[in-house]
T-cell receptor, first 112, second 113 residues
Framework: QQQVKQSPQSLIVQKGGISIINCAYE??????FPWYQQFPGKGPALLIA?????SEKKEGRFTISFNKSAKQFSLHIMDSQPGDSATYFC???????????FGTGTQLKVEL | EAQVTQNPRYLITVTGKKLTVTCSQN?????MSWYRQDPGLGLRQIYY???????DKGDVPEGYKVSRKEKRNFPLILESPSPNQTSLYFC????????????FGPGTRLTVL
C-alpha cells in the first residue's frame, strides 16, 4: 500500500515551460513534506521542503503548494530547463516515528 | 568533504551467501537510514537508527539486519539473500532525523542470482 501517491509517472516539458508534479497522502501523522531530486547514478538530494502549516514555499524556480484539507501537495518548476531533467520524489516524514515515506517518483524530461 | 560513503558500489552474489553493505558518514550525524529503490516503487525505508545502539524497522525490514555500534557506521546485513532483494540500496544520514537534513550516499546496486 503506497502511503504517498505521486503522479504523473513521467513528464515531458518544453524548455521554458512549467513542470507540475502532484502528490497525495492519507496519513495525518505526516508532518513534513520534502521533495527530492535524483540524477542518474546518484543518490537523491533534497530540493525543497514544506511544513503543513504553510500553504506555499518558493525557492528560486521551485515552488511547493500544499493543501492540508485535501491532503495534497505539488511541486511546480517554473521556466523548466534541460538541466532539470531528473527523477523527482515527493516524500512525507512522520516526526513521531522518524520514518520517511517516498512517492513512486516522476521522471521529468525537459526538451529544447 | 562531508559525505556518506557506501561499499561496495556494485555487487553480484548468489542466493544464500551472506553479505554486508557498509555505510559511513563523516558529519557526526545521529540519524542514519537504509532504503531500497525499485522501479515503480520509489524508495522504501528498510531500517533506521536514531543513535548508537538504537535501531528501528522501516517499511520493508524483512530479510535485513542492521547494527549501530559506532555513530559513523551503519552496515546493512543480508544473512541469506534472495533474488527479490535485487535492488539499488541507499544509505542516508541526518543530524536529528528530520527529513530536511537527510544526505544520501551514492548507492549500492545489488544483484542476487
Amino acid at each position: 500500500q503506497q502511503q504517498v501517491k505521486q503522479s504523473p509517472q513521467s513528464l515531458i516539458v518544453q524548455k521554458g515551460g512549467i513542470s507540475i508534479i502532484n502528490c497525495a497522502y492519507e496519513n495525518t501523522a505526516f508532518d513534513y513534506f520534502p521533495w527530492y531530486q535524483q540524477f542518474p547514478g546518484k543518490g537523491p538530494a533534497l530540493l525543497i521542503a514544506i511544513r503543513p502549516d504553510v500553504s506555499e514555499k518558493k525557492e528560486g524556480r521551485f515552488t511547493i503548494s500544499f493543501n492540508k484539507s485535501a491532503k495534497q501537495f505539488s511541486l511546480h518548476i517554473m521556466d523548466s530547463q534541460p538541466g532539470d531533467s531528473a527523477t523527482y520524489f515527493c516524500a512525507a516524514f512522520t516526526g513521531g516515528g522518524n520514518k520517511l515515506t517516498f512517492g513512486t517518483g516522476t521522471q521529468l524530461k525537459v526538451e529544447l | 568533504e562531508a559525505q556518506v560513503t557506501q561499499n561496495p558500489r556494485y555487487l553480484i552474489t548468489v542466493t544464500g551467501k551472506k553479505l554486508t553493505v557498509t555505510c559511513s558518514q563523516n558529519m557526526n550525524h545521529e540519524y542514519m537510514s537504509w532504503y531500497r529503490q525499485d522501479p515503480g516503487l520509489g524508495l522504501r525505508q528498510i531500517y533506521y537508527s536514531m543513535n548508537v545502539e538504537v535501531t528501528d524497522k522501516g517499511d520493508v525490514p524483512e530479510g535485513y539486519k542492521v547494527s549501530r555500534k559506532e555513530k559513523r557506521n551503519f552496515p546493512l546485513i543480508l544473512e541469506s539473500p534472495s533474488p527479490n532483494q535485487t535492488s539499488l540500496y541507499f544509505c542516508a544520514s541526518s543530524f536529528s532525523g528530520r527529513a530536511d537534513t537527510q544526505y544520501f550516499g551514492p548507492g549500492t546496486r545489488l544483484t542476487v542470482l
